[in-house]
């Protein structure tokens, strides 16, 4: 038994210093590698398990990486030549406006290789009574390619009828494609529905197999439509009923969308084109795909910027976007995100706005979707920024589900990021950046009329509650990151 026990302990020893020489190296923040090191200690075997699903960095990608940026440069940049050729000229003469777009575009375009489409007819589709009618005629006009890829794509009596569209425009010749996260579709879509779209002659894939165990947290969560690569759709909505009748428990189901006509629907095309190589090994990369030559301006030249972040980016390019338009701001910030959850850099930005008397107002959605641990992890960091002099706003009126942030009346962003470290670090997200006064003011009016729903958040109230119920939030705020 003493050698035993003598065995156990240098086992133990040697797996603390191996671990800790490895979470060393990755030369995470302290406060990271401390918690990860007190995980692996604590819980040996579940520690590693939990770390193998949710906490690897960038270098655990480093060969999907390199796949992603050889797609990129070597097959969509020449395909999107035409507004390459004038990035120099449309940038010098954007970033003349003001201060606060020259850093923006400059941040946007190095940390994700951004390109800066100008050439667009861009159009804020608040909630699905306007999305989904838009996005049917759209896709009925269809002559060669459907793209739709979503988080969610659920089998209901709405997406029933997107079925026949989908099926009548296959049997047309039209090359119908279709990308969905297994996770997120896993209680909404059934194999039923996939096999008669694919007997039909759609080609339908998930982005990532579940059976991959060790990247089954890390979900793609954008959702892009793009139709003959000239029309696109991006934003926080994905495709289900429960957006038009707002779903179990709730009465309505508020979000936000985008309408891009012109060079931006290029762009979001390139990005689908990308994943779905990566799912389906079926290379898209040609002229039939970017018919850029077609997408002269429609009523106006509206400077768009796509962006896109992952768990294999090299920078953490939505959250520094973020960052930078919080920092930014003069007068003020309005953002809106179903979660909560904020690193230290976002919760930072947040709290010197605001002491900075920048009006800095957050809407939240006042019901959970489901999992209370984001709500209640969320109490904690809301009460923390509240200190600071923000304001928070809770929505319920049904469920916000919408992610926008638009700074002094001058530039916003419409996405599928949620402010959560999930977001930010774990999740495959896209937002599009638009650079519009109209485009600024008329979210942010749709900001103001949604606070005639909202409840604004109490903090002594918070301070006063049930010292159990606020211990249970402080808990809930250790599992940040896996929320």
């Given at each position: 038994?003493?050698?035993l026990?003598?065995?156990?302990?240098?086992?133990?020893?040697?797996?603390?210093?191996?671990?800790?020489?490895?979470?060393?190296?990755?030369?995470?923040?302290?406060?990271?590698?401390?918690?990860?090191?007190?995980?692996?200690?604590?819980?040996?075997?579940?520690?590693?398990?939990?770390?193998?699903?949710?906490?690897?960095?960038?270098?655990?990608?480093?060969?999907?990486?390199?796949?992603?940026?050889?797609?990129?440069?070597?097959?969509?940049?020449p395909?999107?030549?035409?507004?390459?050729?004038?990035?120099?000229?449309?940038?010098?003469?954007?970033?003349?406006?003001?201060?606060?777009?020259?850093?923006?575009?400059?941040?946007?375009?190095?940390?994700?290789?951004?390109?800066?489409?100008?050439?667009?007819?861009?159009?804020?589709?608040?909630?699905?009574?306007?999305f989904?009618?838009?996005?049917?005629?759209?896709?009925?006009?269809?002559?060669?390619?459907?793209?739709?890829?979503?988080?969610?794509?659920?089998?209901?009596?709405?997406?029933?009828?997107?079925?026949?569209?989908?099926?009548?425009?296959?049997?047309?010749?039209?090359?119908v494609?279709?990308?969905?996260?297994?996770?997120?579709s896993y209680?909404?879509?059934?194999?039923?529905?996939?096999?008669?779209?694919?007997?039909?002659?759609?080609?339908?894939?998930?982005?990532?197999?579940?059976?991959?165990?060790?990247?089954?947290?890390?979900?793609?969560?954008?959702?892009?439509?793009?139709?003959?690569?000239?029309?696109?759709y991006?934003?926080?909505?994905?495709?289900?009923?429960?957006?038009?009748?707002?779903?179990?428990?709730?009465?309505?189901?508020?979000?936000?969308?985008?309408r891009?006509?012109?060079?931006?629907?290029?762009?979001?095309?390139?990005?689908f084109?990308?994943?779905?190589?990566?799912?389906?090994?079926?290379?898209?990369?040609s002229?039939?795909?970017?018919?850029?030559?077609?997408?002269?301006?429609?009523?106006?030249?509206?400077p768009?910027?796509?962006?896109?972040?992952?768990?294999?980016?090299?920078?953490?390019?939505?959250?520094?976007?973020?960052?930078?338009?919080?920092?930014?701001?003069?007068?003020?910030?309005?953002?809106?995100?179903?979660?909560?959850?904020?690193?230290?850099?976002?919760?930072?930005?947040l709290?010197?706005?605001?002491?900075?008397?920048?009006?800095?107002?957050?809407?939240?959605?006042?019901?959970?979707?489901?999992?209370?641990?984001?709500?209640?992890?969320?109490?904690?960091?809301?009460?923390?920024?509240?200190?600071?002099?923000?304001?928070?706003?809770?929505?319920?009126?049904?469920?916000?589900?919408?992610?926008?942030?638009s700074?002094?009346?001058?530039?916003?962003?419409?996405?599928?990021?949620?402010?959560?470290?999930?977001?930010?670090?774990?999740?495959?997200?896209?937002?599009?950046?638009?650079y519009?006064?109209?485009?600024?003011?008329?979210?942010?009016?749709?900001?103001?009329?949604?606070?005639?729903?909202?409840?604004?958040?109490?903090?002594?109230?918070?301070?006063?509650?049930?010292?159990?119920?606020r211990?249970?939030?402080?808990?809930a705020?250790?599992?940040?990151?896996?929320?």
């Amino acid at each position: 038994m003493s050698h035993l026990g003598t065995i156990l302990t240098a086992s133990l020893a040697l797996y603390a210093f191996v671990t800790a020489v490895f979470l060393i190296s990755e030369n995470r923040r302290p406060q990271s590698t401390l918690a990860w090191m007190l995980a692996f200690f604590v819980a040996p075997g579940i520690g590693v398990l939990i770390y193998l699903l949710f906490g690897r960095n960038r270098k655990a990608f480093s060969k999907q990486s390199k796949l992603l940026r050889q797609d990129l440069e070597a097959n969509a940049r020449p395909l999107l030549s035409p507004v390459l050729s004038r990035q120099d000229k449309e940038i010098a003469r954007l970033e003349g406006e003001s201060a606060s777009r020259r850093r923006l575009m400059k941040l946007v375009r190095d940390n994700s290789d951004s390109v800066l489409t100008t050439r667009n007819h861009v159009r804020i589709q608040q909630d699905a009574t306007t999305f989904y009618p838009s996005l049917i005629e759209d896709m009925k006009t269809a002559r060669r390619s459907i793209h739709l890829q979503y988080f969610i794509w659920g089998a209901d009596r709405f997406t029933k009828r997107l079925k026949e569209i989908l099926i009548a425009k296959a049997i047309e010749g039209v090359e119908v494609r279709l990308l969905y996260d297994p996770l997120g579709s896993y209680f909404h879509l059934n194999r039923a529905y996939i096999r008669e779209l694919q007997a039909a002659g759609v080609k339908m894939a998930p982005t990532s197999p579940l059976y991959r165990l060790h990247t089954i947290s890390y979900r793609n969560h954008r959702k892009i439509t793009v139709i003959d690569g000239t029309i696109g759709y991006t934003g926080g909505m994905n495709i289900g009923k429960e957006h038009l009748d707002g779903g179990r428990g709730f009465e309505s189901w508020r979000d936000t969308q985008l309408r891009i006509v012109g060079e931006g629907a290029g762009v979001l095309q390139a990005v689908f084109i990308v994943d779905w190589h990566n799912a389906a090994r079926e290379n898209l990369f040609s002229d039939a795909y970017f018919p850029m030559d077609a997408t002269e301006p429609a009523d106006n030249d509206m400077p768009v910027q796509i962006l896109t972040s992952g768990p294999d980016s090299r920078w953490a390019a939505i959250r520094q976007l973020y960052a930078s338009m919080i920092t930014t701001a003069q007068r003020h910030v309005f953002l809106q995100s179903p979660y909560f959850i904020p690193d230290a850099t976002i919760a930072e930005a947040l709290r010197t706005a605001a002491l900075a008397g920048v009006d800095v107002r957050v809407m939240l959605s006042a019901q959970p979707s489901g999992n209370r641990l984001p709500d209640w992890a969320g109490n904690t960091y809301i009460a923390d920024i509240v200190a600071a002099g923000v304001r928070v706003f809770l929505y319920r009126k049904g469920y916000l589900h919408a992610k926008t942030i638009s700074i002094d009346s001058e530039i916003c962003s419409i996405g599928s990021a949620n402010i959560d470290i999930r977001s930010f670090s774990i999740n495959y997200e896209l937002n599009a950046v638009l650079y519009s006064k109209r485009l600024a003011t008329e979210l942010e009016q749709d900001f103001e009329r949604d606070l005639a729903h909202c409840t604004e958040f109490d903090a002594a109230e918070y301070e006063n509650r049930n010292v159990v119920a606020r211990f249970r939030d402080s808990v809930a705020r250790l599992l940040s990151p896996l929320l």
